[in-house]
């Protein structure tokens, strides 16, 4: 919940080498109207708008105050405004996936879209043949949701190079001890 952690690993003679990133910050690159919106909102508040400010817990809350404060396309209300200010994304996510709230459904959908977007740049910026692995908070809530099709086709949506992005497979990590299965690894390995 506190960003949009990237980094990947590199085949190196007979173990992988983790490499840090901070991809994250890279510039938000809206692909439809609405996003362009969201942009113009997150610039006006935030001056530099990085995938971070959309793509996170964080994030999420951002893409649903921008929808409350710009109104609905069709101009339902949000019922779950009190309960996003005390929780955050926990209750968008939540009403999203309840289908209680009209507005925190569209936000997940701008938020698993842009998700797509990011995680495609990334896989064909280090060319990652191997897969791209997904984990974190809100990942492994909506993992349901990523799988409707919006995360995959923005994922692939990548010009004359979609047929390699077709061709990386996606995971969601749901462990949620793989942080410290990850540090336990690289202890051993010392």
């Given at each position: 919940?506190?960003?949009?952690?990237e980094?990947?690993?590199?085949?190196?003679?007979?173990?992988?080498?983790?490499?840090?990133?901070?991809?994250?910050?890279?510039?938000?690159?809206?692909?439809?109207a609405?996003?362009w919106?969201?942009?113009?909102?997150?610039q006006?508040a935030?001056?530099?708008?990085?995938?971070?400010?959309?793509?996170?817990?964080?994030?999420?809350?951002?893409?649903?105050?921008?929808?409350?404060?710009?109104?609905?396309?069709?101009?339902?209300?949000?019922?779950?405004?009190?309960?996003?200010?005390r929780?955050?994304?926990?209750?968008?996510?939540?009403h999203?996936?309840?289908g209680?709230?009209?507005?925190?459904?569209h936000?997940?959908?701008?938020f698993?879209?842009?998700?797509g977007?990011?995680?495609?740049?990334?896989?064909?910026?280090?060319?990652?043949?191997?897969?791209?692995?997904?984990?974190?908070?809100v990942?492994?809530?909506?993992?349901?949701?990523m799988?409707?099709?919006a995360?995959?086709?923005?994922?692939?949506?990548?010009?004359?190079?979609?047929?390699l992005?077709?061709?990386?497979p996606?995971?969601v990590?749901?462990?949620?001890?793989?942080g410290?299965?990850?540090?336990?690894?690289?202890?051993?390995?010392?």
């Amino acid at each position: 919940g506190t960003g949009l952690g990237e980094g990947f690993l590199v085949w190196d003679v007979d173990h992988y080498r983790v490499c840090a990133s901070e991809g994250g910050h890279a510039t938000f690159a809206p692909r439809t109207a609405v996003e362009w919106g969201l942009c113009e909102h997150l610039q006006r508040a935030y001056g530099h708008v990085s995938y971070e400010r959309v793509v996170s817990g964080p994030g999420l809350v951002n893409v649903y105050r921008f929808l409350v404060e710009r109104g609905a396309p069709t101009g339902e209300r949000s019922a779950a405004l009190a309960d996003v200010e005390r929780e955050g994304a926990a209750a968008v996510t939540r009403h999203a996936l309840a289908g209680s709230d009209p507005v925190c459904v569209h936000a997940l959908q701008i938020f698993i879209s842009a998700f797509g977007t990011q995680a495609g740049n990334l896989a064909l910026t280090v060319m990652s043949t191997g897969g791209v692995y997904i984990g974190g908070g809100v990942a492994t809530h909506v993992s349901e949701r990523m799988r409707d099709g919006a995360f995959v086709t923005a994922f692939r949506d990548k010009g004359r190079l979609s047929p390699l992005l077709e061709r990386m497979p996606v995971h969601v990590i749901v462990n949620p001890n793989v942080g410290l299965v990850g540090a336990a690894a690289v202890a051993a390995s010392l």
